[in-house]
């Protein structure tokens, strides 16, 4: 049985948003121990639900409503539905304090957020996520960037039910072989494929933009995993990326995002930093 946090000063308290697949690994590696960090506070719409999962964690966090998390926490991390974005990261922001997002497409609807954010001395962190080679995408920034082009193949489990797929009467449950259901920006996409696509907004507010970051999206029923192409072109470098994510036990989400997050967390009071 859990026993309460005890929080030691001088500790970051991390407040968790959600408790799906992302969620539940985060959680668990907070409580297993991360330097300099307790898991303070989490948020779930049911708490019924996930009572035998909290009761495995060896210090219980306080389960509050999102409202109360900026009041015991530093940090939060969103692993919750993209509309509720903005009442996650608002209230710690505009306090000078960090959020993680996973919803990065809706930060494109709640651009004001980073505005605050910046007022207030606040942060919103992006993980790196299912993509590698952010680092390079961000320094070739600092110079020019000519082109940036994503082609994301996924299963057909990972992108049915996408508002895009609905909309458009696309029927993808039956192809036989790859279909290009996609091609347009990355903000296009974020309206489409929100539970999809966080990852070409990612890349797009590393580079140059989600209107000028270019995206394919092809349904493939032979793929079992998440795959995403990236070529760069720009004045310091032309480079090409690609990786192939394991889905998580929700096939929209890869199980690299969650360890992209532990990686973050882990980095803050390590004292061998790597990348940018």
């Not at 219980?60 to 109360?68: G, M, Q, V, Y």
Request: proline letters at 5%.
């Amino acid at each position: 049985m859990a026993t309460p946090a005890m929080i030691v000063k001088g500790e970051m308290r991390v407040a968790v948003v959600g408790l799906g697949a992302i969620g539940r690994r985060v959680v668990k590696a907070l409580d297993r121990g991360l330097d300099g960090l307790v898991l303070a506070a989490v948020s779930v719409q049911e708490p019924g639900k996930h009572r035998d999962f909290l009761a495995t964690l060896s210090r219980a966090p306080a389960i509050l409503p999102i409202e109360d998390l900026s009041q015991a926490a530093d940090v939060v991390i969103e692993c919750a539905p993209s509309a509720l974005l903005k009442s996650i990261v608002l209230p710690f922001v505009s306090k000078g304090k960090t959020a993680i997002v996973l919803s990065a497409g809706a930060l494109l609807e709640h651009d004001d957020l980073i505005q605050i954010a910046k007022q207030s001395g606040g942060q919103i962190v992006v993980p790196t996520g299912a993509l590698i080679g952010l680092d390079a995408v961000t320094a070739a920034a600092e110079g020019t960037i000519h082109s940036v082009r994503m082609m994301t193949r996924k299963p057909v489990t990972g992108l049915a039910g996408a508002p895009y797929i609905v909309e458009n009467n696309i029927d993808i449950e039956n192809i036989t072989e790859p279909l290009k259901i996609f091609d347009g920006t990355a903000r296009e996409a974020a309206r489409g494929f929100p539970a999809n696509l966080n990852v070409a907004v990612a890349l797009s507010l590393a580079g140059i933009g989600p209107d000028r970051t270019r995206l394919e999206i092809w349904a493939d029923p032979a793929l079992t995993r998440n795959t995403h192409r990236i070529d760069v072109e720009s004045d310091s470098a032309s480079f090409a990326m690609s990786i192939e994510n394991i889905p998580s036990e929700n096939p929209k989400t890869g199980r690299i995002t969650a360890l992209s997050v532990i990686a973050y967390l882990r980095k803050q009071r390590s004292a061998l930093r790597i990348g940018t």
